[in-house]
């Protein structure tokens, strides 16, 4: 395997190990999004700061999940462009 071979897999295992991270991040933020309601509690039923809270973690979810699609897309694209 030639240098730029192997500079291209590097380039693909960084940016899936990207990707993965990016995902656990994810996968958090909506759990800490839900968290307020485990146990059955309504959503009626939570203090304005818990409903607040709720807001802002579900943003950064969306945030956290805009991001994710963008290093996916270049996943994506190093994966075209990697050696056949």
């Known amino acids: 395997m030639n240098y730029e071979t192997a500079e291209t897999y590097?380039?693909?295992y960084r940016q899936q190990a990207s990707v993965a991270a990016?995902?656990?991040?994810?996968?958090?933020d909506i759990?800490?999004?839900a968290a307020p309601l485990e146990g059955g509690q309504k959503l009626g039923e939570l203090k304005p700061a818990q409903v607040d809270a709720m807001i802002a973690n579900g943003q950064?979810?969306?945030a956290d999940l805009q991001?994710?699609?963008d290093l996916s897309e270049s996943l994506a694209r190093l994966y075209e462009r990697a050696p056949k």
């Open 10 to 12: 590097l380039d693909i």
């Open 22 to 28: 990016q995902s656990c991040g994810f996968i958090r």
């Open 31 to 33: 759990y800490t999004t």
């Open 60 to 62: 950064q979810a969306i």
């Open 67 to 69: 991001y994710l699609r």
